[in-house]
């Protein structure tokens, strides 16, 4: 009676074990596919993230060059019109032509 106690109570720890054994399979697969889950998911932000800040830095490039010429453009028009010396001269040789005429000194 001994043994058949102990020949059916090795079975059934055998067949928890192989339960167990199953379970813990189980647990490793799942375990596998949500890490791979997460790493592609990872993947997936840091090249959506580093396209962000690639996308980014050519706006803000593009933006830099924009304003360079605005204001090389603005800093030209300025120059124009800050630079009176030839309307200086111009008028000045006009004037001595009007002293000459009138033959007067101003």
């Known amino acids: 009676m001994d043994t058949l106690t102990k020949k059916y109570f ?12 199953s379970v813990e399979s189980r647990f ?11 790493e592609d998911e990872i993947h997936g932000l ?26 090389a453009k ?3 028009d300025l120059d124009k019109r800050l630079d009176v010396r030839d309307r200086v ?3 000045e040789k006009k004037m ?3 002293e000459s005429a009138l033959n007067v000194q101003l």
């Open 46 to 71: 840091v090249m959506m993230t580093a396209k962000g800040f690639n996308d980014l830095d050519k706006k803000i490039e593009d933006e830099i060059h924009g304003l360079v010429m605005m204001t």
């Open 10 to 21: 090795d079975q059934h720890i055998k067949r928890i074990e192989s339960r167990f054994d």
């Open 74 to 76: 603005g800093f030209d």
């Open 28 to 38: 490793d697969l799942v375990e596998r596919n949500m890490k791979k889950k997460i």
């Open 89 to 91: 001269d111009k008028l």
């Open 96 to 98: 001595t032509k009007v």
